[in-house]
């Protein structure tokens, strides 16, 4: 059985603080993931694959992409969840958007854009899920099976990223999904090996 901390643990002022830093490291670790060219896995790796093959923004996408899981959240994870994850989606789309225009990187190799991108967004998202929040779509179904099977977010994300990065090889470089599939593992693992509630304890 899954031990939750209570929800008061985190005052109001920190969660904001832990969720802005939650998001803004995502944004800088997607906008060099899309400087390099490299995908990733869940929700995000959804969108920017749309994003590669339709042109749009993957602000834009990546929000669209999320909406229909604001519905199992609300109904399995409980309102608070779900408008967290809710604001941290549109701050993140916005962000995407906007931290391009400021940061620009001339070179990038590939496999450290990959070890990099992997190292913000698995902080970023441990920051996140440690303040009762994500950033929606398949995090919120790797959440949902960790606290009713006990089975790790991290693992689940690995394998929904196996589905994401098998269509991957078909459609982009190999050698780059691969590097992409290297950052996919090192974030999953940080999440797996650091995200365990029972250890866990928001002072």
Known sequence: MTTHPPESTHSLLDDVQGMSLGI???????????????????????????????????????????????????KRLGATFTIKSLISVTLLSVLSEIIPLGMVFSYIDPLLGALTFGALLGVALLVLFRH??????????????????????????????ALIFGLAFFLFDPLLVFYSLVGAVVLNLIIAINHRRDRYVAR
């Open 24 to 74: 803004f490291l995502a944004a800088v670790g997607l906008n060099i993931l899309t400087t390099v060219g490299l995908i990733t896995g869940q929700t995000a790796g959804i969108a920017v694959i749309i994003s590669y093959l339709s042109g749009y923004s993957f602000g834009v996408v990546f929000f669209a992409v999320n909406l229909p899981f604001y519905v199992l959240a609300w």
């Open 132 to 161: 009762n929040g994500s950033l929606g779509g398949l995090g919120v179904v790797a959440l949902l099976i960790q606290d009713t099977t006990g089975f790790r977010a991290g693992y689940a994300q690995l394998i929904f990223d």
